[in-house]
T-cell receptor, first 112, second 113 residues
Framework: GESVGLHLPTLSVQEGDNSIINCAYS??????FIWYKQESGKGPQFIID?????DKRQGQRVTVLLNKTVKHLSLQIAATQPGDSAVYFC???????????FGAGTTVTVRA | ETGVTQTPRHLVMGMTNKKSLKCEQH?????MYWYKQSAKKPLELMFV???????ENNSVPSRFSPECPNSSHLFLHLHTLQPEDSALYLC????????????FGPGTRLTVL
């Protein structure tokens, strides 16, 4: 099964299910997008990124989708594991820029 | 997390104290950043150094004073802080001059009494 919806501050997922975390961004000039994972007591950890000339990019168990028409970004996690429990942030940046703008974050809790 | 290290990991200080946070990056980057992370709020960019020059001071009070002696080290000097300054302070680094991934350290959890 999947958990999907509009941006939610929390997401509870059954272990083994797929997760989808959504993010809306506001700046149409944003050119570069990053997903970070932050576990308790740690700094944000890079998961995957995507540039605006792409609409999909896959990593190990993760996929990022970018819909520039509606300014929407999503992170899909396949076969969610207990170690995936964390806060997930999307971040956006303009071209040739250094300023990352972060979303509010989604707390993912994996149920055994 | 060994790419970007921060010390101390935890700090408790009084409002009249002076302390410093240290960040070191081992990634060969030449841009470094300080962020503040408070509960229930998005990460706030405080300062940016690119090629050892400060290029961003995001309306941060003067009781926070950054220093970047070289491209691998970044400090945040703290003095006469307020309780509302209690937060997680994160350092990050990246390559300068292009939109590029920022890599974060583990942060310093600061409590101001």
């Amino acid at each position: 099964g999947e958990s999907v919806g509009l941006h939610l501050p929390t997401l509870s997922v059954q272990e083994g299910d797929n997760s989808i975390i959504n993010c809306a961004y506001s700046n149409s000039a944003s050119d570069y997008f990053i997903w970070y994972k932050q576990e308790s007591g740690k700094g944000p950890q890079f998961i995957i990124d995507i540039r605006s000339n792409m609409d999909k990019r896959q990593g190990q168990r993760v996929t990022v989708l970018l819909n520039k028409t509606v300014k929407h970004l999503s992170l899909q996690i396949a076969a969610t594991q207990p170690g995936d429990s964390a806060v997930y942030f999307c971040a956006e940046m303009g071209s040739n820029d250094y300023k990352l703008s972060f979303g509010a974050g989604t707390t993912v809790t994996v149920r055994a | 997390e060994t790419g970007v290290t921060q010390t101390p990991r935890h700090l408790v200080m009084g409002m009249t104290n002076k302390k410093s946070l240290k960040c070191e990056q081992h990634l060969g980057h030449n841009a470094m950043y300080w962020y503040k992370q408070s509960a229930k709020k998005p990460l706030e960019l405080m300062f940016v150094y690119s090629l050892e020059e400060r290029v961003e001071n995001n309306s941060v009070p003067s009781r926070f004073s950054p220093e970047c002696p070289n491209s691998s080290h970044l400090f945040l000097h703290l003095h006469t802080l307020q309780p509302e300054d209690s937060a997680l302070y994160l350092c990050a680094s990246s390559r300068a001059g292009e939109s590029d991934t920022q890599y974060f350290g583990p942060g310093t959890r600061l409590t101001v009494l």
